[in-house]
T-cell receptor, first 115, second 110 residues
Framework: GAGVSQSPSNKVTEKGKDVELRCDPI?????LYWYRQSLGQGLEFLIY????????KSGLPSDRFSAERTGGSVSTLTIQRTQQEDSAVYLC?????????????FGPGTRLTVL | GQNIDQPTEMTATEGAIVQINCTYQ??????LFWYQQHAGEAPTFLSY????GLEEKGRFSSFLSRSKGYSYLLLKELQMKDSASYLC???????????FGKGTKLSVIP
C-alpha cells in the first residue's frame, strides 16, 4: 500500500517568506507527527495530531510555526516569515493510533532551504 | 527530560558483525525503537524493544537492558547496503512523540 507522502520534496525560499509543507499520511492512520532534522542533529519533534483531539504543539520552536490537519487526514505545516535557521528537512510520520508501542512510519521529507 | 547517546560514526567491513550502542535517560520508560535512515531518505522502522533481552530479526538483532538504560543494535553479515545512519529513539513518558538520538552513521567498507 501507499506510504506517507510529502510535498514538495524540495523548497527554496527567501528569508521572510511564508512556506507551506504538505503531508499525506497512510490511509487509516489516526496519528500524524511532524519532526524536523537539521544537519548534524537528531530528529526534533514539532507537533502531533490524534483524531479529533487538540494537537500537541509542545515542540513548535516559535509562533511562526503552525500546523493543521483537515478531515483527520492531510496535514499542512506552515512556517511564517522564514529565517535561515529554519533550513532543515521536515519529516512527517503517521501511526495507526497513538500508543507508545505503535510504530511511526515516515515520509521522505521536505528539504527546506531559506536563503 | 530525556537524553539519548549514540556514537556518531562507525566503520565496519563487509561480512563482519557490528554492534551499535545506545544509552538513554528517561523519566518513564515505554520502549525503545531503532530506525535505519539512508542518506536523503526517510527513516524506516527496524525494531521495538520494551522487555529486557535480545530480539532477533534476520540479520538484525536488538537488545535492551532497562536497569542499565542501554540498548544495542547488532548487524550480522554486513552488506554494503547497510551503510546508513541508525537512530535510537524513545517515546515520552506522558506523550507519544519520539525523542531521537543524533544517530550513528555506519560505513561498510569492502
Amino acid at each position: 500500500g501507499a506510504g506517507v507522502s510529502q510535498s514538495p520534496s524540495n523548497k527554496v525560499t527567501e528569508k521572510g517568506k511564508d512556506v507551506e509543507l504538505r503531508c499525506d499520511p497512510i490511509s487509516g492512520h489516526t496519528a500524524l507527527y511532524w519532526y524536523r532534522q537539521s544537519l548534524g542533529q537528531g530528529l526534533e519533534f514539532l507537533i502531533y495530531f490524534q483524531g479529533n483531539s487538540a494537537p500537541d504543539k509542545s515542540g513548535l520552536p516559535s509562533d511562526r510555526f503552525s500546523a493543521e490537519r483537515t478531515g483527520g487526514s492531510v496535514s499542512t505545516l506552515t512556517i511564517q516569515r522564514t529565517q535561515q535557521e529554519d533550513s532543515a528537512v521536515y519529516l512527517c510520520a503517521s501511526s495507526l493510533a497513538v500508543a507508545h508501542t505503535d510504530t511511526q512510519y515516515f515520509g521522505p521529507g521536505t528539504r527546506l532551504t531559506v536563503l | 527530560g530525556q537524553n539519548i547517546d549514540q556514537p556518531t560514526e562507525m566503520t565496519a567491513t563487509e561480512g563482519a558483525i557490528v554492534q551499535i550502542n545506545c544509552t538513554y535517560q528517561t523519566s518513564g520508560f515505554n520502549g525503545l525503537f531503532w530506525y535505519q535512515q539512508h542518506a536523503g531518505e526517510a527513516p524506516t522502522f527496524l525494531s521495538y524493544n520494551v522487555l529486557d533481552g535480545l530480539e532477533e530479526k534476520g540479520r538484525f538483532s536488538s537488545f535492551l537492558s532497562r536497569s542499565k538504560g542501554y540498548s544495542y543494535l547488532l548487524l550480522k553479515e554486513l552488506q554494503m547496503k547497510d551503510s546508513a545512519s541508525y537512530l535510537c529513539a524513545v517515546p515520552g513518558a506522558g506523550s507519544y512523540q519520539l525523542t531521537f538520538g543524533k544517530g550513528t552513521k555506519l560505513s561498510v567498507i569492502p
